[in-house]
């Protein structure tokens, strides 16, 4: 199964990898834990999952500016997610994943959180304004 999917580009980027979705919206700063990846808010759906090297599916992010700091940290750790699709990019995710060099889209053209499931595999290409389903 492959499904080309337009977005529009917040980061520049390609990668491929498995997603890992939720349908919350995710703070980095006080949700995240930067030296492992992990997500430590323990009222998220994704408590306990890792994001590392997962291309991360997200309504959009919130809380602190400094959550910008926490992804571009993730980056450094290398435990940030591998991509970001958003469906609404907020400044802070957006600010974090520019900072970090990690791909990053949103206004993806169908709703992402009711196709993709945790596992399915993608293609993000960020420079393409594209998302493909590679295998669900």
Known sequence: MENSIKC???????????????????????????TTGRVIDQDHELFQQDLKSKILVIP????????????YQMAKNQTAPRGIVALEAEPIIATGAIMAGVPMVDHPEIDLLDLLESGDLVELDADSETIKIIKK
């Open 8 to 34: 529009r580009r917040i980061s520049r980027g390609k990668v491929e990898g498995r997603v890992i979705v939720t349908k919350e919206p995710l703070s980095f700063l006080g949700g995240v834990d930067p």
């Open 60 to 71: 959009s992010g919130k809380g602190s500016t400094v959550g910008s700091y926490v992804i």
